[in-house]
Nanobody
Framework: QVQLVESGGGLVQAGGSLRLSCVAS??????????VGWFRQAPGKDRELVGS????????EYVDSVKGRFTISRENGQNTAYLQMNNLKPEDTAIYYC??????????????WGQGTQVTVSS
């Protein structure tokens, strides 16, 4: 079992930045070889995969709407993944979740989820 806890959310003005953290505990060895994904869910909308990163921290992938603004990284030695969000827009307002999964194939389901952290971007 892997437990994930997100932090770093908050209220920010449009154009501002936030860095979300996702700290893993429990089966750390599993986390370190797992793909990590960041998701978000805005009110009344479906959950959306923002981006993901493989176990080694290379080749992150992003949804088009955040490319060039968001960066996913991870520090396995710290059991932590990050989502750096720059040039935030009101439409980025959502609850953000991190998730981890052993199956690295695109579209594969994630096994473990955090509780989420609220990001609100004011115009």
């Amino acid at each position: 079992q892997v437990q994930l806890v997100e932090s770093g959310g908050g209220l920010v003005q449009a154009g501002g930045s936030l860095r979300l953290s996702c700290v893993a505990s429990g089966s750390i060895s599993t986390f370190r070889v797992s793909r990590v994904g960041w998701f978000r869910q805005a009110p009344g909308k479906d959950r959306e995969l923002v981006g993901s990163i493989n176990w080694s921290g290379t080749t992150p992938e992003y949804v088009d709407s955040v490319k060039g603004r968001f960066t996913i990284s991870r520090e396995n030695g710290q059991n932590t993944a990050y989502l750096q969000m720059n040039n935030l827009k009101p439409e980025d307002t959502a609850i953000y979740y991190c998730a981890s999964g052993r199956d690295f194939r695109p579209g594969a389901p994630f096994d473990y989820w955090g509780q989420g952290t609220q990001v609100t971007v004011s115009s």
